[in-house]
């Protein structure tokens, strides 16, 4: 038997569904126009004002936004309410000189736990729950989102904040903790380190586990829900569009149910920007229709995804989007960060180094792992060991905190990295997700 927490809204019919996003997307565009000058002078570059929105069928005719417009737009550029009306914000990972930051009202904190409080009914919670929140909390979205969430459905909330692992265990056992909210790849170390404790599947309170924030595979599911005795849920969000929570898997577990109530979702080609049909593979793009602060009109995330209408066994009518399958940019998230190679570039070139570098990304014991071959210039390379041991030392600590992540560094001999003939190979992404 499903469960919902807004039965009315999560089934209701198709046509319920696009008169609520006409009448929202209509009023958003209204809003933004108004009040966000960045949009007015986008809109008025490609010659269309509110008055040409009159549906969602009209939706291709807006302009698309993009992260380099959220970063030119840094800090206020897309407010479309009085700083003074705000009551949090939130930003992404990954820390380049400018970062994406997010604003919210309390109306649009409401709603986005709304949001994350669907995604834990659906995993079967309820207010008899004791929720286990082991995603980052401060400014990543998914320790606040989830805590929310949870918060609503009444469930016992325990924020934990990702890390002290021996201590997460404690809390479970101890606190008999049932759905616990963390990265899949932390989930599958908190259920290694079970196992290696030798406590089984049936000595451990957990019931469900909500993972989300990075991609992973249905091996790792697997693997995670046998170790644990649980079954997985995933969840998918970002920052620019609320958190997690945009979108959310129900017991079927075929792909997750996009809250089409607040976000318009389409698939556009990456290179061309048309529109594509349903179930064609193709850039998740969203139009957020009922935030105040921070509305983005057809966002594009990046991420490649398939959208389905296929009728849910769950008895949701919302559309489901199939996991992210790859990113239409070179953005990596590595453990849970979001890391451009052009930032690591970047660290090197400020400390002298040629642009002959190698990222090597791993999964070990489920844990990433970011590795960075360097070549030195002639003049480095006749330097001491002891000399080359402390550039190594400083590179990593440039990059820690360029990227805020730890990352291991071997320096190598001049013209020791391959060259390429075509577009060089920065990465290897060696996991297998
Ligand atoms: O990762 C929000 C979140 C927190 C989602 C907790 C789920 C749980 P950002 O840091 O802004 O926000 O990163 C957003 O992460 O564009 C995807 O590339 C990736 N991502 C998020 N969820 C999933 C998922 C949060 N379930 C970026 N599967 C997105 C694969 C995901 N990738």
Same mark, same amino acid.
């Given at each position: 038997?499903?469960?919902?927490?807004?039965?009315?809204? !999560?089934? *209701?019919?198709?046509?319920?569904?696009?008169?609520?996003?006409?009448? =929202?997307?209509?009023?958003?565009?209204?809003?933004?126009?108004?009040?966000?000058?960045?949009?007015?002078?986008?809109?008025?570059?490609?010659?269309?004002?509110?008055?040409?929105?009159? %549906?969602?069928?009209?939706?291709?005719?807006?302009?698309?936004?993009?992260?380099?417009?959220?970063?030119?737009?840094?800090?206020?550029?897309?407010?479309?309410?009085?700083?003074?009306?705000?009551?949090?914000?939130?930003?992404?990972?990954?820390?380049?000189?400018?970062?994406?930051?997010?604003?919210?009202?309390?109306?649009?904190?409401?709603?986005? !736990?709304?949001?994350?409080?669907?995604?834990?009914?659906?995993?079967?919670?309820?207010?008899?729950?004791?929720?286990?929140?082991?995603?980052?909390?401060?400014?990543?979205?998914?320790?606040?989102?989830?805590?929310?969430?949870?918060?609503?459905?009444?469930?016992?909330?325990?924020?934990? +904040?990702?890390?002290?692992?021996? =201590?997460?265990?404690?809390?479970?056992?101890?606190?008999?903790?049932?759905?616990?909210?963390?990265?899949? +790849?932390?989930?599958?170390?908190?259920?290694?380190?079970?196992?290696?404790?030798?406590? #089984?599947?049936?000595? $451990? %309170?957990?019931?469900?586990?909500?993972?989300? *924030?990075?991609?992973?595979?249905?091996?790792?599911? =697997?693997?995670?829900?046998?170790?644990?005795?649980?079954? *997985?849920?995933?969840?998918?969000?970002?920052?620019?569009?609320?958190?997690?929570?945009? +979108?959310?898997?129900?017991? !079927?577990?075929?792909?997750?149910?996009?809250?089409?109530?607040?976000?318009?979702?389409?698939? $556009?080609?990456? &290179?061309?920007?048309? &529109?594509?049909?349903?179930?064609?593979?193709?850039?998740?793009?969203?139009? %957020?229709?009922?935030?105040?602060?921070?509305?983005?009109?057809?966002?594009?995330?990046?991420?490649?995804?398939?959208?389905?209408?296929?009728?849910?066994?769950? #008895? =949701?009518?919302?559309?489901?989007?199939?996991?992210?399958?790859?990113?239409?940019?070179?953005?990596?998230?590595?453990?849970?960060?979001?890391?451009?190679? +052009?930032?690591?570039?970047?660290?090197?070139?400020?400390?002298?180094?040629?642009?002959?570098?190698?990222?090597?990304?791993?999964?070990?014991?489920?844990?990433?792992?970011?590795?960075?071959?360097?070549?030195?210039?002639?003049?480095?390379?006749?330097?001491? &060991?002891?000399?080359? *041991?402390?550039?190594?030392?400083?590179?990593?600590?440039?990059?820690?905190?360029?990227?805020?992540?730890?990352?291991? &560094?071997?320096?190598?001999?001049?013209?020791?990295?391959?060259? %390429?003939?075509?577009?060089?190979?920065?990465? $290897?992404?060696?996991?297998?997700?």
């Amino acid at each position: 038997m499903a469960n919902y927490f807004q039965p009315e809204i !999560e089934r *209701a019919s198709q046509e319920q569904i696009k008169a609520w996003q006409d009448e =929202r997307l209509v009023e958003t565009v209204k809003h933004v126009y108004a009040n966000v000058p960045y949009y007015k002078k986008l809109m008025d570059e490609k010659g269309i004002t509110p008055a040409d929105i009159r %549906s969602c069928d009209d939706l291709y005719k807006l302009p698309f936004l993009t992260k380099n417009d959220l970063r030119e737009a840094y800090p206020y550029g897309l407010l479309a309410v009085p700083l003074e009306d705000c009551v949090r914000i939130q930003s992404t990972s990954g820390t380049t000189g400018k970062r994406v930051v997010a604003f919210y009202t309390q109306a649009d904190l409401d709603l986005w !736990e709304e949001c994350c409080a669907r995604a834990i009914v659906a995993a079967g919670g309820s207010k008899k729950d004791v929720v286990q929140v082991a995603y980052g909390y401060g400014l990543f979205t998914g320790g606040p989102g989830l805590n929310g969430g949870s918060h609503k459905v009444g469930c016992l909330t325990l924020p934990m +904040s990702s890390g002290n692992t021996q =201590r997460q265990i404690q809390f479970i056992q101890d606190l008999s903790a049932t759905i616990l909210c963390c990265t899949p +790849s932390y989930a599958a170390y908190i259920a290694e380190t079970f196992q290696e404790m030798g406590i #089984g599947p049936e000595e $451990i %309170s957990l019931k469900a586990g909500i993972f989300g *924030a990075e991609a992973w595979s249905e091996e790792m599911r =697997r693997d995670i829900e046998n170790k644990l005795g649980i079954k *997985a849920y995933d969840i998918y969000g970002l920052t620019e569009i609320s958190g997690p929570g945009v +979108s959310f898997e129900c017991e !079927e577990q075929t792909g997750m149910h996009i809250n089409e109530d607040h976000f318009i979702a389409e698939i $556009i080609d990456p &290179v061309t920007g048309e &529109v594509l049909p349903e179930g064609e593979k193709g850039e998740l793009v969203f139009t %957020s229709i009922t935030k105040r602060a921070f509305p983005l009109l057809r966002y594009r995330t990046r991420d490649i995804c398939v959208l389905t209408r296929k009728p849910c066994s769950c #008895g =949701r009518t919302h559309i489901k989007m199939s996991k992210p399958m790859g990113r239409s940019d070179d953005m990596m998230i590595i453990r849970g960060v979001n890391v451009f190679p +052009s930032q690591i570039e970047t660290v090197l070139l400020n400390y002298g180094y040629p642009a002959n570098y190698q990222i090597i990304v791993d999964r070990v014991r489920n844990t990433d792992t970011l590795d960075i071959q360097v070549e030195m210039t002639q003049e480095m390379f006749s330097d001491t &060991v002891k000399g080359i *041991a402390a550039r190594e030392r400083e590179l990593v600590d440039g990059l820690k905190s360029m990227l805020g992540l730890a990352a291991k &560094v071997h320096l190598v001999s001049p013209k020791t990295i391959a060259r %390429s003939e075509g577009k060089a190979v920065r990465v $290897i992404d060696k996991r297998k997700i």
